[in-house]
């Protein structure tokens, strides 16, 4: 009887320090996680001041820049509206303070430990006489989360003049797209998925975009997500066909049916 209460004893103290542990481990995670939000914060400000510097500094080269500088033109709406390019990617800076931005996964990586895994940059070489000659290429994505999104392409000799010229491209390429909650048996309404199922090809790929009604997610593939969430849609599910892991020919295809979202046409009797 002695012996049995010392076991029970011993697996009520081996339960007790299980609990223990599980509870450090949980306040460790949290900590670790206000921690990493509050470098994001701070990087996040920190890219803040310096874009709110480079504007400060921004010396226009186009009449639309003039005008953005001046302060005659004050939204993207008005730019849009009268079908002029944007031909300087401080202007988009200047009218959308709060633009976000993430590179898609277009690369992989090689040697013994990262074989296979994906990453954001994706490197060749070319063969000469002088010797192998390596490209850098990375697809970068930028909105507001509000309406307003953009793909852009990059390529250099280095990785991080790659990546700046992809995130150039992509706020020359920011283009408007509509919302809304086009799926029969959403009530709510709202602007949270598509109006209407819309369509995109580019090579062999074949993607269709479908509305969906609130609380389903984004049921698409992981680099479709990062074009989605920054465009604004909270709702959406998806069918694709062909070489889907091409991911550049694949995003090309989701921001050419992302534009028929403003290309409807009024039928009247």
Known sequence: MAEQK???????EDMVTEV???????????????QESKEKEIAR??????ESKKLDEWVPKTALG???????????????????????AEVVDALIPDLSNDFILIGQMHGKFGGGRRRIIRQTQKKTAEGNKPKFTAL?????RNGYVGVGLGKAKESLPARDKALRAAKLSLMPIKRGSGDWSDAAGGEHSLPFKVEGKCGSIRLRLFPAPKGTGLVVDEELKKVLSLAGYKDMRSKSSGQTRQKINFI??????????TKTKELRN
């Open 6 to 12: 010392k076991v029970y004893a011993k697996e009520k």
């Open 20 to 34: 223990e542990v599980t509870e450090t481990e949980k306040m460790l995670e949290v900590a670790e996680e206000t």
């Open 45 to 50: 400000q920190s890219r803040a001041r310096q």
């Open 66 to 88: 003039r005008q953005v500088k001046a302060g005659e033109i004050t939204s993207l709406e008005q730019i849009f509206a009268s079908g002029r390019r944007i031909m300087e």
């Open 140 to 144: 970068a994505v930028v909105g507001n």
């Open 252 to 261: 090309k295809a989701c921001m050419q049916a992302l534009g028929k979202t």
